[in-house]
């Protein structure tokens, strides 16, 4: 059985920082593909970042630059590290899991197996 488990969502004001964790248990994540997805109020779920392999690693246009994903193989464990946030982030933010490593639709939520039960990022102005 597969399971992810988000922490570290949370309030803080624009330009701050926030590092969101999704602990995964049940598969490996060095064997799989993860990512981060986020949902504003009436909105429909939106691509953040992907990584697999350790290396091959994505992100949205919206989040470049600011967004980091990385991985902890020894701890399972996907990290989300958001810089110079905005009240636009505003959003609750679900890991993924594929389990298939070649996909190329990867930005699609349909893509993903397994989702975790999101952690709410709220960013004041």
């Known amino acids: 059985q597969v399971q992810l488990a988000e922490s570290g969502g949370g309030l803080v004001q624009a330009g701050d920082s926030l590092r969101l964790s999704c602990a995964a248990s049940?598969?490996?994540?060095?064997?799989?593909?993860m990512a981060w997805f986020r949902q504003a109020p009436g909105k429909e779920r939106e691509f953040v970042a992907m990584i697999r392999w350790g290396s091959e690693i994505y992100y949205s246009d919206s989040v470049k630059d600011r967004f980091t994903i990385s991985d902890d193989n020894a701890k399972n464990t996907v990290y989300l590290q958001m810089h110079s946030l905005k009240p636009e982030d505003t959003a609750v933010y679900y890991c993924a899991l594929d389990m298939y490593l070649y996909s190329m639709v990867y930005y699609r939520a349909a893509e993903y197996d397994y989702w975790g039960q999101g952690t709410q990022v709220t960013v004041s102005s």
């Open positions: 049940g598969e490996t994540i060095s064997r799989v593909t």
